[in-house]
């Protein structure tokens, strides 16, 4: 048996003409009273068109009809001012600019407007349920068919043009149709109908967040169409039109151009709504790019924005009700807004970005909220509320399109100005330095000055290129701008500064790593050692893996690897993991290359693998932990020239021998009767320090104490580089101390149930673990990208001192 609501008791029907039907519109109206429960609320009345009483303003099947409305704004707005999720996402795999890849939401978001001068005329006729059902699947069509897309166009028709459209057919005709229920409570009921754009805007990221790294970005979308078909079955059940349709009238209702406050508001509206949206869609972008934020900060900041926005639709919308008028109360939230988005710009941290996003949340919300309910108070007669409405959507739309992508192009015509001026002097002044370098060794020779010349020849040669694509930019720019120039030829200006544009900022970065001080050991080679943390015999296992995933990796590269030290846990025996993994208690691993230190220092922190040990019965995850140290090491023969002296009481390298106490003892574990009959065992121990290192792993004492001395060396000096950056981040600022990795830093999981590795500082998931631990190409992209995080890290120091020095 259908659910049917009750005809309200304030509705009446009157014969409104005459026509062929009369007999059958007299029939209705005489049984009215008897057959009110009996008769549905979306049954087409007479076709003369009857007319209806006052809203109810109230009761259940009002209220209902409001759920209907927050669930079609959920799955319209939720999902696309969520385009925050996909800009980053789109720009990184299609190697894109922002502006075209912003051209696939603002192609939604204008369509979802532009549509509504159809649908909401097809809701004047009756046809809101049958609008509905096709607009909602062709929702689904773009989302199902956005998972399976890879390319640029196929992502611009399947999400852009597809799911716009689609959104667009439910959107108009659930704000006329909400609007038919109320009357003092108008403004309310439609800002809590569109408290689901805030509700979506919530669901959705945070889907994004916890799935892509786990599961993939198809997979990701699919959660995400799974969540709005759900959605969809519940609106077509609840949603039941209250008025008879007006079969006959125009398209558009040229009258409401002769209402100068229907045209002032429209006018108004555009200009609003053309800044408005922009700042969804590079909410992401913004915190990661400009502020160097984390995959994880950068969802929290389009979560917050989101979850903010749920006050700031129904505070403004009961203050409207209630005490002022929604034009009002809307007049301010605008003026908030555009304060919001002219703060933007000078927001230069993460904690401002927060703050920032908190603000904007609340006012840009109280937009998208009141725009609709004051639209609709401007219908006095509700026969026409569908098709007003979607006349100026039909205008917002054009502000919809094409605001987002005209940002884009400001963001990446402003990328010649991200540069900090405190790092452009600094690189001008070290690049002229230089040249007089230059000119000066051309006349004559010398070590010192050739040696500092080779120093800032990196600076020099990345401050040249970037200059010369600025000025590449500025010639093109002009050209493609010149109204006297050949059209030929101004396209061609046009399409080459796009390419410029998109060099820019890998320039941009080339120039800034240049200008950080390289660290005092990234010359020299170095030595990793392993040591299993919090798991038992688990961790000692995946400290086993650990250290043969980055054996395999030199041997790939090629680099000169050798085993100072392999020491297994007493306790555990012989015993061996299902997978060949042994119960490692200390390894230290040696690489000879000179720079390798540069190269492995980004991985020195707590490795974390949560996976089921082959011990496991009942099949849980277990988390373990592997401590890994990054030390820097001598060259062979004691003396690194220049670099490196080991006997210089200057050198971070320096051990004074009486402040080392020696020790011989026999080996322990495997090693026959030579273990049992000699002391080829050495442990020393620095005693102002307290620093002990022990060795065991040859058969000759003195290679063990050569080896010992070696790993000595390196803990002290890596003691005094920390005290020495310590005691300076004290003097500076608390930068270095956050972007120093300590010895008890989480900075990887290896998580084998989701065939995943995560890198947290660089905000990086990769699947593909197992070419991880075999030490494959998927390792190198991990720890590169441990590497510019800890580059980025040194810039923003570099930059708060060039700041610091200007200032004095």
Known sequence: MALTPPTPPDVGFVEASSTDDDVTSEQKINMADEKAQELPLEEPAAATGPVVGPPPD??????????????????????????????????????????????????????????????????????LRHVLA???????????????????????????????????????????????YFSKKKTLALASAACGGGTGGVIFPLIAQQLISKVGFGWTVRAMGLVVLVTSVIILLLMRPRLPPRKTGALVDWSAFREATYILFAISMFFTLWATYFAYDYARSYSIDRLHGSQPESFNMLMIINVVGVPGRLIPAYLADRYFGAVNVFIPTIIGTAICIFAWAGVDSITGDYAWVAFFGYFGAGVQALFPATTASLSKDLSKAGIRIGMIFTIISVAALTGPPLAGKLIVSDASTSLAPSLLRRAQSLSAEHDDLQKSLNSSFDAGKAKRAGELGRVASALRAWEKAQSSITELASMAEDPDQDPDLASIARDELEGERAKLDLLERKLKESLTPRHAFADLPCMV????????????????????????????????????KYEMAEAAGDQSSSSGEQPVQEAILEIQDPGAYDIFRGEAGMH?????????????????????????????GGSGGDNVDIDDPESDFYVNPQEVKIETMRARGAGGQHVNKTESAIRMTHIPTGTVVSMQDHRSQQRNREDAWKVLRSRIATQRAEQREEEAAKLRSSVLSQAQITRGDKIRTYNYNQDRCTDHRAGLDVHNLPNVLEGGETLDRVMEAAREWLVGKEVELLVMEEEAKAKK
């Open 58 to 127: 109230g009761g259940l099947w009002a209220w209902l009809q409001v759920v209907a409305g927050h669930l079609i704004v959920f799955n319209v707005w939720g999902y696309t001012i969520s385009f925050g999720i996909f800009q980053p996402y789109y720009v990184e795999t299609l190697n894109l600019g922002p502006s075209a890849v912003s051209w696939i939401g603002s192609t939604q978001t204008c369509l979802i407007f532009l549509v509504g001068t159809f649908s909401g005329r097809a809701f004047d006729a009756g046809y």
């Open 134 to 180: 096709v607009g909602l699947l062709m929702q689904l069509v773009g989302i199902f068919t956005t998972s399976v897309s890879t390319t640029y166009w196929q992502l611009f028709l399947a999400q852009g043009l597809c799911q716009g459209i689609g959104c667009g057919l439910t959107f108009a005709p659930t704000i006329a149709h909400v609007s038919t």
């Open 529 to 564: 050692e392993f040591r299993p943390g919090p798991g038992g015999l688990e961790g000692r296992y995946f400290t086993d893996t650990l250290f043969k995933m980055y054996k395999a990796m030199c041997a790939r590269r090629g680099y000169r690897a050798n085993v100072l």
């Open 608 to 636: 974390r693998v949560q996976r089921i040990p082959s011990t496991e019965s009942k099949g849980r995850v277990h988390t373990s932990a592997v401590a890994v140290w990054v030390l820097p090491s001598f060259p062979e």
